[in-house]
Nanobody
Framework: QVQLVESGGGLVQAGGSLRLSCAAS????????MGWYRQAPGKQRELVAA??????????NYADSVKGRFTISRDNAKNTVYLQMNSLEPEDTAVYYC??????????????WGQGTQVTVSS
């Protein structure tokens, strides 16, 4: 079983910054893709940013709405993924979820989600 613990959400004024963290723990052999999603009230969950494994080049992918403002990164030694969010806008208000995929020590693939962290941007 793989657990994800998120932190870093909160209330910020428009134009401000926040940094989200998501640490994975458990019987993890290898983490492949890591990503951040968000879900605003009344809307579907959407991909915000994703990063591949370093063995795959650590390529990143961003939603058009956050390009140039958000940066995803990962620390493989800590099994942690980060989302640096700058120039925040009220439209960024949502619950943010991290997601990781990989392989456990038992040879089973996992696709785990964090509990979500609220980000609220005031105008």
């Amino acid at each position: 079983q793989v657990q994800l613990v998120e932190s870093g959400g909160g209330l910020v004024q428009a134009g401000g910054s926040l940094r989200l963290s998501c640490a994975a723990s458990g019987m993890i052999l290898r983490i492949n893709g890591m990503g951040w999603y968000r879900q605003a009230p009344g809307k579907q969950r959407e991909l915000v940013a994703a990063i591949t494994a370093m063995t795959s080049g650590g390529a990143t992918n961003y939603a058009d709405s956050v390009k140039g403002r958000f940066t995803i990164s990962r620390d493989n030694a800590k099994n942690t993924v980060y989302l640096q969010m700058n120039s925040l806008e009220p439209e960024d208000t949502a619950v943010y979820y991290c997601n990781t995929q990989g392989l456990t020590h038992w040879g089973r693939q996992f696709d785990s989600w964090g509990q979500g962290t609220q980000v609220t941007v005031s105008s």
